[in-house]
């Protein structure tokens, strides 16, 4: 290097990123966050709308579903995403009592809901109906807010399903212990520390404990519930599952149950 010159500082021929000095002013960001709650305000009530319409489309369907044989428990093994819940042999036995399945929503605030499972009489349980309520938990802010004449308030607007909604837990009556499934197949962590279990066990324990780690309840009601009929049909749920691989080798003859996809019947001519 000749006697007087220089040596570049490192990163001096680097190009300045084009986006590094964006700012956002206070003014700005007052307008961001005025969009954003009108758009929230706009999504809750086509909601609100969309449920309202929906509603006798879904009991016209459920008429009907309850006139086809298992079409629930087919529905919903079909979904890939609830089938991993269900492996045991003992989970899919007992859904193939599940007659009928309804989701109940709040007119005011749509984004919550009950689940309802109709069983017919079967070995396991004597309750007809199991439920699992997820249910809204207002903040502390909102007892001193006022609502709009949609009965909307900035509470409802910051609605966060992990903050402000509480699963509820619902106890089901086992028949006896040879037949309760969530003793026979227990929930198990390794590190009671852990968000989720490292044995989910069986499918029961969505309904007798209230946490839902595995978001069974938002994927039965906003996705397989709405989407039914394909999902009976085979036409919804993702990849197959291969249930050769569930199979128990001590499974019983009597206990047989066949829930794979339904093939489309062709129509008869007299």
Known sequence: MSKGTKR????????KHPLADVELGDEEAAKLQAITKETSRVELLLERRAQEGLKPVYEKRRAVCKEIKKFWPVALMNSSMFAIHAQHHDDQVALS???????????KEPR???????FKENPYFTDSVLK???KYIAPPAAANETPDEDGITDSVLDFSW?????????KISW???????????????FDEEDDMPAEPGTFFHYFELAEDPFDIGVL???????????YFLGNAGGDDMDDSEDEESGD?????????????????HA
């Open 252 to 268: 019983s003859d009597e206990d047989e149950i066949d829930l794979e996809k339904p093939k489309p019947k062709k129509p008869r």
């Open 8 to 15: 570049a500082s490192p990163g001096t021929d680097v190009e």
């Open 162 to 170: 992990e903050r402000d909604v509480a699963p509820q837990a619902y």
């Open 175 to 189: 028949k006896d212990d040879s037949k309760n499934l969530t003793k026979l197949h227990p929930r198990e962590r």
């Open 132 to 134: 699992k309520e997820y």
């Open 112 to 118: 919550v809901f009950t689940v309802e499972f109709y």
């Open 97 to 107: 009592y599940l007659e009928d399945l309804w989701i109940v929503r709040d007119s």
């Open 220 to 230: 039965i009601a906003n996705d397989v519930f709405p989407e039914a009929i394909d």
